[in-house]
């Protein structure tokens, strides 16, 4: 496994032109984030950020499939808009659903926990919420001491919806391929989740030692970005970019490699895919 490792870095080392894609959404986020933004952190913002992420994926992928198939495996950003027209709808359209999905669920368990535990208080949330992010844990306490009935309820809630949320996960991680099968097999949302499903499910072992590879890095660089220290700051949103780009070009790899067979051809070439 270590090979796939070496050879992902000398495929990135050879196409720097991956991280643009990367930095571009970075630099999106950052404006849709700020003050003068489209709001931080609301509803709406976060909503646009998910599908933007999606549709950027496609000609991403699309960058790093020519990479791969290529006997002169060199990328440019025209590549990158050319994916994002192809792919753009088969990637919504996927991200769509899992959208769509994500909040049946959330309004299913919203209607069980109120059948079965009663309504929310929303002037308690109101309440807990600023102590929550100011860390105020004695006027927490006292808060949950003096309102425990609704507290209760509130817990009751948080035990169905993270209940939803684990269900969720799930499928999230069985699908975690799909917009890889997506571009590399030119496949619809519902043939790549099956695809994605059926890897996972084929070679569990291989794909949690590559999932925890990409896990360490990426925690070390949130605990950079949460220090609030501006020299770590700085250097986690530049290694970031690395560290996206190289795993995102190695679990492509990881497909190629497992699932060589659903790879399609560049459309109009015909260069077989590299040994």
């Known amino acids: 496994m270590n090979e796939i490792l070496v050879?992902?870095?000398?495929?990135?080392?050879?196409?720097?032109?991956?991280?643009g894609p990367v930095l571009i959404e970075t630099v999106i986020m950052l404006v849709f984030t700020s003050g003068g933004g489209m709001g931080e952190g609301?509803?709406?913002?976060?909503?646009a950020l998910f599908f933007l992420?999606?549709?950027l994926l496609g000609g991403w992928l699309?960058?790093?499939?020519?990479?791969?198939?290529?006997?002169?495996?060199?990328?440019?950003?025209?590549d990158?808009?050319?994916?994002?027209?192809?792919?753009?709808?088969?990637?919504?359209?996927?991200?769509?659903?899992?959208?769509l999905l994500f909040m049946l669920l959330f309004m299913l368990g919203s209607l069980i926990s109120e059948a079965w535990f009663g309504?929310?208080?929303?002037?308690?949330?109101?309440k807990a919420l600023p102590l929550v992010q100011n860390g105020n844990l004695e006027k927490l306490q006292s808060l949950a001491q003096t309102e425990a009935a609704k507290v209760l309820v509130f817990l009751q809630w948080a035990q169905v919806l993270v209940g939803v949320l684990t269900l969720?996960?799930?499928?999230?991680?069985?699908?975690?391929?799909?917009?890889?099968?997506?571009?590399l097999g030119q496949l619809t949302?519902?043939?790549?989740?099956?695809?994605?499903?059926?890897l996972i499910f084929k070679f569990p072992g291989k794909i949690t030692y590559l999932g925890f590879l990409w896990l360490v890095p990426t925690v070390i660089l949130q605990f950079f970005t949460l220090s609030g220290q501006a020299v770590l700051q700085i250097l986690a949103m530049g290694l970031d970019l690395v560290v996206k780009t190289y795993f995102t070009l190695l679990f492509c790899q990881l497909v190629f490699d497992l699932d060589r067979e659903s790879v399609t051809p560049l459309p109009g070439a015909q260069e077989t895919p590299r040994l």
């Open 42 to 47: 609301s509803a709406m913002s976060i909503l």
């Open 53 to 55: 992420h999606q549709a």
């Open 119 to 126: 309504p929310l208080d929303q002037g308690l949330i109101e």
């Open 7 to 19: 050879r992902t870095w000398q495929l990135l080392s050879q196409n720097w032109i991956l991280l």
């Open 189 to 198: 949302w519902w043939q790549a989740w099956k695809r994605s499903k059926n």
């Open 168 to 183: 969720l996960a799930i499928v999230g991680v069985v699908t975690s391929f799909w917009q890889q099968y997506c571009v």
């Open 62 to 78: 699309y960058q790093m499939k020519i990479v791969l198939l290529q006997r002169e495996p060199k990328t440019s950003l025209d």
């Open 80 to 99: 990158f808009f050319e994916g994002l027209a192809r792919y753009f709808w088969p990637m919504l359209n996927g991200a769509s659903v899992f959208f």
